[in-house]
């Protein structure tokens, strides 16, 4: 009744197939484009928008207008952009710069300051880039702890209640006759 034809398997074992049955070849699954960079949306200031006080917040935000004050993202990225001005401190887990920034920077992953960046403040980051052309005036502290006490984050557990390494007293000495260990001892008792 039906024709059966005897071909190997993917285990190395013997299948059987049906000839009359059409032979499909697999569909291969297409997934999206994978990047390095995570893909979030991000919240936008425009251009004509100016902000005064204290901006919270916990999502990626850029700046595209003019903010004074202090700025909160410590789980999230900030993007000053070509158009933004701030003159603010801000606490971001990322921040890069394209435009004008006056204030000090606590980026607690990177700070990035882009060709067309400008920043006159201070900059608290593990990691941080200038690219050619950026511009920076102020200081800046890369040590890891110094940026987790700016975030109000406990220090890491390697340098944090850790004890002093005690290391072995060296004599500068040469050992000592029992006699003048005695004087030593009595010198040392008066």
Known sequence: MFDRVMRGSRDGGLATEKDDEPMVAPTPVQSAPQSSARVRDAAVIGPSIQINGDLRGEEDLV???QVHGTIHLAENSLTVGSE?????????HTIIVEGKVEGDLYGAERVAIKRSGDVRGNIFSPRVSLEDGGRFKGMIE?????VRKAFGLPASS???????VK???????APQK????????????K
């Open 158 to 164: 390697a340098a944090a209640g850790a004890p002093p």
């Open 167 to 173: 290391r072995p007293e060296v004599a500068d000495k």
């Open 142 to 146: 890369m040590d890891e702890q110094e």
């Open 178 to 189: 029992p006699e003048e260990k005695a004087k030593t001892d009595v010198a040392a008792a």
């Open 63 to 65: 700046i595209q207008g």
């Open 84 to 92: 933004g001005k701030v003159f603010a401190d801000a606490y971001a």
